[in-house]
C-alpha cells in the first residue's frame, strides 16, 4: 500500500527544525509581553462572512484563497485566510472596548490559504500578528512599527528594509481611484490579466502587480501621495518623524497598497532580499474602519503580521540549528538495574536535569555508543552490580572519567552536578 503523505501546501516541522520556532517563539513573548501586549488565540475556523465583511470580497485572499466548506449542519465556514479580522470579531462580541483604554493584542498561529505552493509560500502557513485598538495617535503607528523592528532584530535577521506608505482615508483614496482608473482606461489591453479584472474592481492593487509591462505603464501613472487631504499628509509626515526619532529608517514607496480593503492612512512592509520572490517578511498598517464594519463602537486600529515560514527560512541563512541539550543519558542492562534507572530518570528530571533513558535493552556497548551520540554531558550506568549495591557509575562522557556514587548520596549532590555540567558545557 502506498504511503500517505502531507496535503500540497503543507509542511511538518520536524524536530531538527522545531528549535528555530521555539526561539523566535520565545522572543516574540518576551518582547511583546515587554510592551504590554496580551496573547489572543481565536478559533482558526470562522464563519464565512467574518472574511467577506471583514478582508472584502474583492481581495485576493478572499475571491481566490479561502479554504471555504459547508459543515454538517450546512453552515459556511472559512478557516481562517488571515487573524484581524477574528481578533476584531473576539474584540466586539466580548466588548473588550468596554475596558477603555489602548487594547494591545497579539496572536501567533496557523493561517490558510488556498496558493501555489513555493518557498515561502504555503497553504497552511504561520503567522505572528500584533493589533492595536483604540488609538488614532500617530504614537501607536510608530510603536507597531518599532516593534516589528525590535522583533526582526532580536531574532537576529539583518539587512531588512522597511517601506512604508500612507493611503489616506477613504476619500482620499475614491478621488485617486478615479483618477487611477483614468489613467489606465487607455491602457487597458496592454495590461496583465489581473490586473485588468481590477481595473474597475479593486484598481489600486494593480499598483502591487508583479507584471513587468504593467509596472512600465505604472511609471507615469498618478502617484496616490499627492491624493492625501492636508490632514492626512499631516498625519503621515508625524508617523514619519517618529519613526526617524525612534531610529528607524525607510523608504516611502508611493506604490505599496497592501491587498486587504481594510487599510486606512499607515502600510508597511518589512523586506528582505534573501527571500527570492516572497520578499514580504512583515505587513501592517491602520485599519480605522473595520471594528465599525464588523458591528463593533468606533475605534481605530493598527497591527502587522508576520510570515514565520519567510521568517525562519531567514534565520537558517544564518544560524545553524539549535540543538536541545541533554543533561544525562541514562544505560541500564538487567532487571533490576533497568526498574532502578526508570526511577532514577525521574529523580534526575524531577531535580531539574535534562535526561534521556535508553530503552533498547540492547549490550551496555551500543548504549555507549548511543550515549556518546545523543549530545548528553554525562552518562549514568547501571548494570547488575550496581543494581545489587544499590550503586550508579557517573561517566564524564567528554573524558572518559568514571566514578561510583551511591543511589542514597544522588538528591543531595544535585547541586554539585549542576556546575558540572555546566562547566564541560563551557
Ligand atoms: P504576498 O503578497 O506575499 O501574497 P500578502 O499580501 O498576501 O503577501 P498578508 O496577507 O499581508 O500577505 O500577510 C502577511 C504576511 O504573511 C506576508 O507578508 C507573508 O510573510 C505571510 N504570508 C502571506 N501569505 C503566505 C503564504 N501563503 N505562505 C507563507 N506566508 C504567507
Ligand atoms: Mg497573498
Given at each position: 500500500m502506498s504511503a500517505i503523505q502531507a496535503s500540497r501546501g503543507t509542511r511538518d516541522?520536524?524536530?531538527?527544525?522545531?528549535?528555530?520556532?521555539?526561539?523566535?517563539?520565545?522572543?516574540?513573548?518576551?518582547?511583546?509581553?515587554?510592551?504590554?501586549?496580551?496573547?489572543?488565540?481565536?478559533?482558526?475556523?470562522?464563519?464565512?462572512?467574518?472574511?467577506?465583511?471583514?478582508?472584502?470580497?474583492?481581495?485576493?485572499?478572499?475571491?481566490?484563497?479561502?479554504?471555504?466548506?459547508?459543515d454538517r449542519g450546512d453552515r459556511s465556514l472559512t478557516l481562517r485566510p488571515e487573524n484581524t479580522a477574528g481578533v476584531v470579531r473576539a474584540f466586539v462580541e466580548h466588548h473588550l472596548h468596554a475596558q477603555g483604554g489602548v487594547q494591545r493584542l497579539w496572536y501567533l498561529g496557523a493561517m490558510f490559504r488556498y496558493e501555489r505552493p513555493q518557498a515561502g509560500r504555503q497553504r497552511q502557513f504561520h503567522q505572528l500578528g500584533v493589533e492595536v485598538l483604540g488609538s488614532s495617535d500617530p504614537r501607536a503607528d510608530a510603536e507597531v512599527v518599532v516593534i516589528a523592528a525590535e522583533l526582526l532584530q532580536a531574532i537576529g535577521l539583518k539587512d531588512l528594509r522597511l517601506e512604508f506608505n500612507s493611503i489616506g482615508d477613504q476619500r482620499d483614496r475614491q478621488h485617486y481611484r478615479e483618477a487611477l482608473i483614468t489613467y489606465l482606461m487607455p491602457y487597458k489591453a496592454d495590461l496583465d490579466s489581473d490586473s485588468q479584472d481590477r481595473l474597475t474592481r479593486n484598481p489600486l492593487r494593480i499598483l502591487d502587480s508583479k507584471d513587468q509591462k504593467t509596472q512600465a505603464i505604472l511609471q507615469e501613472a498618478p502617484s496616490l501621495l499627492d491624493y492625501l487631504s492636508p490632514e492626512s499628509q499631516q498625519r503621515f509626515e508625524r508617523v514619519q518623524q517618529l519613526l526617524i526619532d525612534s531610529g528607524i529608517s525607510y523608504n516611502i514607496n508611493s506604490r505599496?497598497?497592501?491587498?486587504?480593503?481594510?487599510?486606512?492612512?499607515?502600510?508597511?512592509?518589512?523586506?528582505?532580499?534573501?527571500?527570492?520572490?516572497?520578499?514580504?517578511?512583515?505587513?501592517?498598517?491602520?485599519?480605522?474602519?473595520?471594528?465599525?464594519?464588523?458591528?463593533?463602537?468606533?475605534?481605530?486600529?493598527?497591527?502587522?503580521?508576520?510570515?514565520?515560514?519567510?521568517?525562519?527560512?531567514?534565520?537558517?541563512?544564518?544560524?545553524?540549528?539549535?540543538?536541545?541539550?541533554?543533561?544525562?543519558?541514562?544505560?541500564?542492562?538487567?532487571?533490576?538495574?533497568?526498574?532502578?534507572?526508570l526511577k532514577l530518570a525521574q529523580l534526575f528530571r524531577n531535580t531539574g536535569f535534562s535526561v534521556e533513558l535508553d530503552l533498547s535493552g540492547s549490550a551496555f556497548g551500543k548504549q555507549f555508543k548511543r550515549a556518546d551520540r545523543s549530545g548528553a554531558v554525562a552518562c549514568l550506568i547501571l548494570g547488575d552490580a550496581e543494581a545489587e549495591d544499590e550503586t550508579v557509575q557517573l561517566k564524564w562522557l567528554a573524558s572518559g572519567e568514571q566514578q561510583a556514587i551511591a543511589q542514597a548520596d544522588l538528591p543531595k549532590m544535585t547541586d554539585e552536578l549542576r556546575q558540572q555540567i555546566d562547566r564541560w558545557r563551557c
Amino acid at each position: 500500500m502506498s504511503a500517505i503523505q502531507a496535503s500540497r501546501g503543507t509542511r511538518d516541522i520536524l524536530p531538527g527544525e522545531v528549535g528555530y520556532w521555539q526561539r523566535v517563539e520565545s522572543i516574540a513573548r518576551e518582547i511583546l509581553g515587554r510592551a504590554a501586549y496580551q496573547e489572543i488565540r481565536t478559533p482558526i475556523f470562522e464563519q464565512t462572512d467574518l472574511f467577506e465583511r471583514g478582508v472584502g470580497e474583492a481581495t485576493d485572499v478572499v475571491s481566490k484563497e479561502m479554504y471555504t466548506f459547508q459543515d454538517r449542519g450546512d453552515r459556511s465556514l472559512t478557516l481562517r485566510p488571515e487573524n484581524t479580522a477574528g481578533v476584531v470579531r473576539a474584540f466586539v462580541e466580548h466588548h473588550l472596548h468596554a475596558q477603555g483604554g489602548v487594547q494591545r493584542l497579539w496572536y501567533l498561529g496557523a493561517m490558510f490559504r488556498y496558493e501555489r505552493p513555493q518557498a515561502g509560500r504555503q497553504r497552511q502557513f504561520h503567522q505572528l500578528g500584533v493589533e492595536v485598538l483604540g488609538s488614532s495617535d500617530p504614537r501607536a503607528d510608530a510603536e507597531v512599527v518599532v516593534i516589528a523592528a525590535e522583533l526582526l532584530q532580536a531574532i537576529g535577521l539583518k539587512d531588512l528594509r522597511l517601506e512604508f506608505n500612507s493611503i489616506g482615508d477613504q476619500r482620499d483614496r475614491q478621488h485617486y481611484r478615479e483618477a487611477l482608473i483614468t489613467y489606465l482606461m487607455p491602457y487597458k489591453a496592454d495590461l496583465d490579466s489581473d490586473s485588468q479584472d481590477r481595473l474597475t474592481r479593486n484598481p489600486l492593487r494593480i499598483l502591487d502587480s508583479k507584471d513587468q509591462k504593467t509596472q512600465a505603464i505604472l511609471q507615469e501613472a498618478p502617484s496616490l501621495l499627492d491624493y492625501l487631504s492636508p490632514e492626512s499628509q499631516q498625519r503621515f509626515e508625524r508617523v514619519q518623524q517618529l519613526l526617524i526619532d525612534s531610529g528607524i529608517s525607510y523608504n516611502i514607496n508611493s506604490r505599496l497598497v497592501r491587498g486587504l480593503d481594510y487599510y486606512t492612512h499607515t502600510v508597511f512592509e518589512i523586506q528582505s532580499d534573501d527571500l527570492g520572490a516572497q520578499a514580504t517578511v512583515c505587513a501592517g498598517g491602520r485599519y480605522d474602519g473595520l471594528v465599525t464594519d464588523l458591528g463593533g463602537p468606533e475605534t481605530p486600529a493598527v497591527g502587522w503580521a508576520i510570515g514565520l515560514e519567510r521568517l525562519i527560512l531567514l534565520l537558517q541563512q544564518l544560524q545553524p540549528p539549535i540543538a536541545p541539550t541533554l543533561d544525562f543519558y541514562i544505560v541500564s542492562r538487567g532487571d533490576r538495574a533497568e526498574a532502578q534507572a526508570l526511577k532514577l530518570a525521574q529523580l534526575f528530571r524531577n531535580t531539574g536535569f535534562s535526561v534521556e533513558l535508553d530503552l533498547s535493552g540492547s549490550a551496555f556497548g551500543k548504549q555507549f555508543k548511543r550515549a556518546d551520540r545523543s549530545g548528553a554531558v554525562a552518562c549514568l550506568i547501571l548494570g547488575d552490580a550496581e543494581a545489587e549495591d544499590e550503586t550508579v557509575q557517573l561517566k564524564w562522557l567528554a573524558s572518559g572519567e568514571q566514578q561510583a556514587i551511591a543511589q542514597a548520596d544522588l538528591p543531595k549532590m544535585t547541586d554539585e552536578l549542576r556546575q558540572q555540567i555546566d562547566r564541560w558545557r563551557c
